[in-house]
């Protein structure tokens, strides 16, 4: 069974920074596309940073400019670097990855646990 695992949320004041990773466990084949999403107190989970098989990247508007989304293949790891944060950053933040686990599978979806960033002075 595959398992991703995300660490290095926590409190951090605006203007700082953090880096979010979210490593794939269990067995592997291949992964497609990795996204991050973040959902704040009260409202529905947002799409905030994708990345392709290639290395291609896309982020919302909200943090174009100021996070980082990137890969590591050969770890089955996916990193968020995120820099000048605000307060209206402050959410759980989920990664998902786009994978299968075998050859003959087919390509699913699975979910991090969450791991919460808080940006307060």
């Known amino acids: 069974q595959v398992q991703l695992v995300e660490s290095g949320g926590g409190l951090v004041q605006p203007g700082g920074s953090l880096r979010l990773s979210c490593a794939a466990s269990?067995?592997?084949?291949?992964?497609?596309?990795m996204n991050w999403y973040r959902q704040a107190p009260g409202k529905e989970r947002d799409l905030v940073a994708t990345?392709?098989?290639?290395?291609?990247?896309v982020y919302s508007d909200s943090v174009k400019g100021r996070f980082t989304i990137s890969r590591d293949n050969a770890k089955n790891t996916m990193y968020l670097q995120m820099n000048s944060l605000k307060p209206e950053d402050t959410a759980v933040y989920y990664c998902?990855?786009?994978?299968?686990?075998?050859?003959?599978?087919?390509?699913?979806?699975?979910w991090g646990q969450g791991t919460l960033v808080t940006v307060s002075s």
């Open positions: 998902k990855f786009n994978m299968r686990a075998y050859v003959w599978a087919t390509f699913r979806e699975v």
């Open positions: 269990g067995s592997i084949f291949s992964i497609n596309t």
């Open positions: 990345i392709t098989s290639g290395g291609s990247t």
